[in-house]
């Protein structure tokens, strides 16, 4: 079992829906990282969180810490947000971890218009 | 500010041959990180440096050596290459000292092909 598990691995929405991407981890972290890959293959960082709620622009980020899980939210999607999102995981490995990240397969989202 | 780039973006080498994947980064940051990507596989770490003058293994390591001889650059060799070693690499860094948080950057990502 993966250290990190994303869902769903592929997601396909409309124009205007409301769309959410699941993470959930099973090892202690010091942060949670969401980044964002388009089809140029280029990796962004969206957010990086440890406790609660993140928001950019039309961009949501939630983590409960408790369980061990992360959402990233999209409100009004539109068919520019189509990408591969990647959750990742700065595992805690006592004094440092030096900030490597353990992470998700990915979820590919396509946004038709 | 350029942030991170890397040299070349494509690739194709025949099996047993070297070459070297250079990163740089113009952000000051301490830590530098070489990744590879795979289909199904996600990123994964091939070695990282939290320094200059220092490199450590990451979770797949073999085939691969590192040198960050100066603070912005990070080199990845591959001195025999493999087709097993055929991929997409990425290189980051993070950590600027002093400042809050641990934002990873990425590098563009070089193409390369064993063939």
């Known amino acids: 079992k993966n250290e990190v598990e994303q869902s769903p691995q592929n997601l396909t929405a409309q124009e205007g829906e409301f769309i959410t991407i699941n993470c959930s981890y099973s090892v202690g972290i010091s942060a949670l990282h969401w980044l964002q890959q388009h089809p140029g293959g280029g990796i962004v960082s969206l957010f990086m969180l440890s406790s609660g709620k993140k928001k950019h622009g039309r961009l949501i980020a939630t983590i409960n810490i408790q369980e061990k899980h992360s959402s990233l939210h999209i409100t009004a999607s539109h068919p520019r947000d189509s990408a591969v999102y990647i959750c990742a995981a700065a595992v805690y490995a006592g004094g440092t971890s030096y900030g490597k990240l353990t992470f998700g397969q990915g979820t590919i989202l396509t946004v038709h218009p | 500010n350029a942030g991170v780039t890397q040299t070349p973006k494509f690739r194709v080498l025949k099996t047993g041959q070297s070459m070297t994947l250079l990163c740089a980064q113009d952000?000051?940051?301490?830590?530098m990180y070489w990744y590879r990507q795979d289909p199904g596989m996600g990123l994964r770490l091939i070695h990282y440096s939290v320094g200059e003058g220092t490199t450590a293994k990451g979770e797949v390591p073999d085939g691969y050596n590192v040198s960050r001889l100066k603070k912005q650059n990070f080199l990845l060799g591959l001195e025999s290459a493999a087709p097993s070693q055929t991929s997409v690499y990425f290189c980051?860094?993070?950590?600027?000292?002093?400042?809050?948080?641990?934002?990873?950057?990425f590098g563009p990502g070089t193409r390369l092909t064993v063939t």
């Open positions: 980051a860094s993070s950590y600027l000292r002093g400042a809050p948080g641990n934002e990873q950057y």
């Open positions: 952000m000051n940051h301490e830590y």
